[in-house]
């Protein structure tokens, strides 16, 4: 699990920020990150996001710069390609191989990541979904120590005795801060005994739990999950793990790491724990998953999420035997309303469509937009008669849409035609479900529109 560091070392209010540049088209993502990285420390130096919205802008900024140790690259951005083309051009054409790439995509199907890591000299390869906070983190500390220990070994051999003064430097700031270290850290560290007294707690635990100075027992909030993971730290060595406590502020996810401190003397040793408050963090994590699979107009998943929801639903079917249909819609001359009426009210007829299909469907369906206009719903349990049925609800649920446009009285009404296909029995995949209820759809386009087909 995802930990913070604290060593003994001088406040790093000042200390130079590691810059991280994020290569990605969408701002979102810009924007998250920097929220992500904006508490965490590495050797005591925090992050400073250095973005850039294209491959020919990162290509700019490393031009003119060499002391950007992780790269953060989006593969598909003004090209499909453009990440990788990225990559070839800091390895070959500015041969730097120090830097970390970490390669993040939101489209792995279209960049396998076994060819990519073959073919490419990348550090890390990761999907947009699953780099959390806490993988984020793992992927800039290897980042990092690869670019410092390449660059620690080309500086050794230009000046290793300055690199050993400042050295020596450090720990002795590092000694002298250590007097008062304990009870200046903003985060709760407390402190028990071998025979599990608790004998030490610093002003930010007081603050959390509430508690006067110098006291001898344990909060009750804590109490239960610090007596159940003694045994684990005593019998492994140390332990994060994380949990939820009613504070007078409210209820806070946390972080508790705890390790042994051995004392000189003999006996049982010790135990010191800390706290990291990981609620907004927890946040933003969630915020991050919902901008890699929610289309943001219409609220519905996106294309990618769409596809593997559908695909864990199509095995589970075919794994038990269950039914499992598929209905296409597409909104009707829906480019004689944007060409009409403007880009602004075709998105809110597409909202409009949107919001219908959900309030028509159950919650177990899924719904996704897979691009333009064109949306579909996989219905689990339900066989062909009955997504014919809930295609007629929805098809009849848009047609009942209307709302005025242009500022004036005229109104804008919305139609769909609709296709519906039953999974069959050898197939084992979407694709061949989707492909058939697609057929249908466009027979109900050449039928005549606003009308269902199967």
């Known amino acids: 699990m995802l930990r913070r560091v604290f060593k003994p070392s001088q406040s790093s209010s000042n200390a130079r920020p ?46 003119e710069r ?24 800091i390895r070959e054409d500015l041969g730097n191989g120090r830097i970390a790439i970490v390669l993040r995509t939101g489209q792995p199907g279209e960049a396998p990541e076994s060819e990519i890591m073959l073919a490419y000299d990348i550090n890390d390869y990761r999907a947009k979904t699953e780099l959390t906070a806490q993988k984020l983190f793992t992927a800039l500390v290897g980042g990092l120590r690869s670019w410092t220990n390449l660059t620690t070994i080309e500086a050794m051999n230009i000046s290793l005795e300055q690199r050993v003064e400042e050295r020596t430097s450090q720990l002795d700031r590092a000694r002298r801060f250590a007097e008062n270290l304990v009870d200046m850290l903003p985060h709760p560290v407390w402190y028990k005994d071998g025979d599990g007294r608790l004998q030490m707690y610093n002003r930010a635990f007081r603050d959390m739990f509430g508690l006067p100075p110098g006291g001898s027992t344990m909060p009750p909030q804590l109490a239960a999950l610090d007596r159940d993971s003694d045994a684990v730290v005593h019998g492994d060595g140390d332990l994060a793990f994380e949990a939820t406590v009613d504070l007078t502020s409210g209820q806070r996810t946390i972080m508790i790491s705890k390790g042994r401190l051995i004392e000189e003397a003999a006996g049982q040793p ?30 519905t998943l996106n294309r990618r999420a769409f596809f593997s929801a559908a695909e864990l639903e199509i095995e589970r079917a075919a794994r038990y035997g269950g039914l499992v249909s598929v209905v296409m819609f597409d909104i009707d001359h829906f480019k004689q309303v944007n060409d009409r009426h403007g880009h602004a009210v075709g998105d809110q007829a597409l909202r409009s469509a949107a919001a219908a299909l959900r309030a028509n469907l159950r919650e177990i369906d899924i719904l996704g937009r897979l691009g333009g206009e064109e949306f579909a719903a996989l219905l689990p349990e339900t066989g062909l008669d009955g997504a014919v049925e809930v295609a007629e609800r929805l ?29 069959r029995p050898d197939e084992l995949t979407v694709d061949p479900v989707l492909a058939r209820a697609d057929a249908a759809l466009y027979r109900s386009k050449e039928t005549g529109r606003n009308r269902v087909s199967a």
Do not use: N
């Not at 990285?37 to 491959?55: G, T, Y």
């Not at 060499?66 to 051009?89: C, K, N, S």
């Not at 009849?396 to 519906?420: E, H, K, Q």
């Open 270 to 299: 010790g135990t010191i724990g800390l706290i990291t408050d990981i609620t907004e963090r927890k946040r933003m994590e969630h915020q991050l998953r919902k901008l890699a699979t929610i289309d943001d107009l219409t609220g």
């Open 395 to 423: 098809r009849a649920a848009v047609a009942s849409i209307a709302f005025v446009v242009d500022g004036g009285g005229d109104s804008l009404r919305l139609t769909g035609s609709l296709g519906v296909a039953e999974r």
């Open 66 to 89: 060499d002391d950007i140790p992780v790269v953060l690259l989006d593969v598909v951005m003004e090209t499909p390609d453009a990440g990788l083309e990225l990559v070839r051009y």
């Open 18 to 63: 590691w810059p991280v540049l994020v290569v990605d088209d969408e701002p979102d993502v810009h924007a998250m990150t920097k929220v992500l990285l904006r508490d965490l420390r590495f050797k005591d130096r925090p992050f400073e996001v250095v973005s850039a919205l294209s491959a020919a802008e990162a290509r700019r900024i490393l031009a």
